[in-house]
């Protein structure tokens, strides 16, 4: 127990310097920009190549730490958990939203999908949590965190698809512009070219996805920030009680599943915490710029604010705390 004590407390101190990590801070400088009506912006065409370098980049390094961590059956039980989780949680998301609040199919839609997939930072806090606690994880966690990226973002088109009759009409082309969706393809193309060129290609790669990638990430959310701050200030009246409460109740519930899938496969204490923290997780890279492209109709002040500015900042202060301490109590 004592040393469950002090995983907390030295989580909860690494905690309070990550708020101060400049991916945070440049979020709330574009938050803040927009807020006080400042004329900064990121021009569009820059903002898409943004979003491509980062969704290239997640996927092609869960692709390298499959290679790393070879094959066997406890990678394919974890990969497929991954995948079923990042499938599932939308839906749970979905009811959970239409459960606390007034909001039309299309925006609880591209929200609910946030809900399945990651946030890399998050993920990254978890890991160094782990590290500096002298707990070890298995190897491939990075490559399931690849993996569930992708079937949240076709659960959230499935569900937004229910309300246009056209959809409804034709499920084989349904299905075809999911699968065919560029986000989509770019992630999972990329997860597998990282996989085929293993250590060599991330070598080759490293000085173009790993140096600048923290710097794209600051600016990709500065423009994230600047996105919230407007959208939210435009569409304020949208962000109800029941939007809030849905921002810090649903990563607990995803955290428990995730708990109960990681019994099922045998994960380790450290696995499972971090299993845990990419079901409770809500993405601000990948999604998001999913969604830009193909739902361009739903607010994105309404799911930016709730994966970063409430979901966010709840996992890194309440969260991770918690699930380490329920993942200690179930290994």
Same mark, same amino acid.
């Given at each position: 127990?004592? #040393?469950?004590?002090?995983?907390?407390?030295?989580?909860?101190?690494?905690?309070?310097?990550?708020?101060?990590?400049?991916?945070?801070?440049?979020?709330?400088?574009?938050?803040?920009?927009?807020?006080?009506?400042?004329?900064?912006?990121?021009?569009?065409?820059?903002?898409?190549?943004?979003?491509?370098?980062?969704?290239?980049?997640?996927?092609?390094?869960?692709?390298?730490?499959?290679?790393?961590?070879?094959?066997?059956?406890?990678?394919?039980?974890?990969?497929?958990?991954?995948?079923?989780?990042?499938?599932?949680?939308?839906?749970?998301?979905?009811?959970?939203?239409?459960? #606390?609040?007034?909001?039309?199919? $299309?925006?609880?839609?591209?929200?609910?999908?946030?809900?399945?997939?990651?946030?890399?930072?998050?993920?990254?806090?978890?890991?160094?949590?782990?590290?500096?606690?002298?707990?070890?994880?298995?190897?491939?966690?990075?490559?399931?965190?690849?993996?569930?990226?992708?079937?949240?973002?076709?659960?959230?088109?499935?569900?937004?698809?229910?309300?246009?009759?056209?959809?409804?009409?034709?499920?084989?082309?349904?299905?075809?512009?999911?699968?065919?969706?560029?986000?989509?393809?770019?992630?999972?193309?990329?997860?597998?070219?990282?996989?085929?060129?293993?250590?060599?290609? $991330?070598?080759?790669?490293?000085?173009?996805?790993?140096?600048?990638?923290?710097?794209?990430?600051?600016?990709?959310?500065?423009?994230?920030?600047?996105?919230?701050?407007?959208?939210?200030?435009?569409?304020?009246?949208?962000?109800?009680?029941?939007?809030?409460?849905?921002?810090?109740?649903?990563?607990?519930?995803?955290?428990?599943?995730?708990?109960?899938?990681? $019994?099922?496969?045998?994960?380790?204490?450290?696995?499972?915490? #971090?299993?845990?923290?990419?079901?409770?997780?809500?993405?601000?890279?990948?999604?998001?710029?999913?969604?830009?492209?193909?739902?361009?109709?739903?607010?994105?002040?309404?799911?930016?604010?709730?994966?970063?500015?409430?979901?966010?900042?709840?996992? #890194?202060?309440?969260?991770?705390?918690?699930?380490?301490?329920?993942?200690?109590?179930?290994?």
């Amino acid at each position: 127990m004592a #040393l469950e004590r002090m995983s907390m407390s030295g989580s909860l101190e690494l905690l309070a310097n990550n708020l101060l990590a400049p991916t945070i801070l440049f979020f709330i400088l574009g938050a803040f920009a927009a807020f006080v009506r400042s004329d900064l912006s990121i021009p569009k065409g820059a903002a898409k190549v943004m979003s491509i370098y980062l969704l290239f980049a997640i996927g092609f390094k869960g692709g390298v730490g499959i290679s790393q961590s070879g094959i066997s059956t406890d990678l394919f039980a974890n990969m497929f958990a991954g995948v079923i989780l990042s499938f599932v949680l939308p839906f749970v998301a979905y009811w959970l939203i239409k459960l #606390l609040t007034q909001l039309d199919d $299309m925006n609880a839609a591209a929200v609910a999908g946030h809900y399945g997939s990651i946030s890399i930072v998050t993920f990254v806090t978890a890991v160094s949590i782990l590290v500096s606690s002298g707990i070890a994880a298995e190897s491939y966690m990075v490559a399931i965190a690849a993996v569930m990226e992708v079937p949240a973002i076709m659960s959230a088109l499935w569900l937004a698809s229910r309300t246009t009759s056209s959809a409804n009409d034709n499920k084989s082309e349904l299905y075809r512009d999911i699968l065919a969706n560029g986000s989509i393809v770019l992630l999972v193309g990329s997860f597998i070219i990282g996989a085929i060129t293993g250590t060599d290609g $991330m070598t080759e790669l490293n000085p173009f996805i790993a140096v600048p990638f923290t710097g794209v990430l600051c600016l990709f959310l500065l423009d994230m920030g600047l996105s919230a701050g407007r959208s939210l200030m435009k569409n304020r009246g949208d962000i109800s009680t029941g939007l809030i409460l849905f921002g810090c109740i649903m990563p607990m519930v995803g955290s428990v599943i995730g708990l109960l899938a990681a $019994m099922l496969t045998g994960l380790s204490y450290g696995g499972t915490f #971090l299993m845990m923290v990419l079901s409770a997780s809500a993405s601000y890279i990948a999604v998001p710029a999913a969604m830009q492209i193909a739902l361009p109709d739903a607010k994105s002040g309404i799911y930016l604010s709730l994966s970063l500015g409430i979901t966010f900042p709840f996992n #890194l202060t309440v969260g991770l705390p918690l699930y380490m301490y329920l993942a200690s109590l179930a290994t």
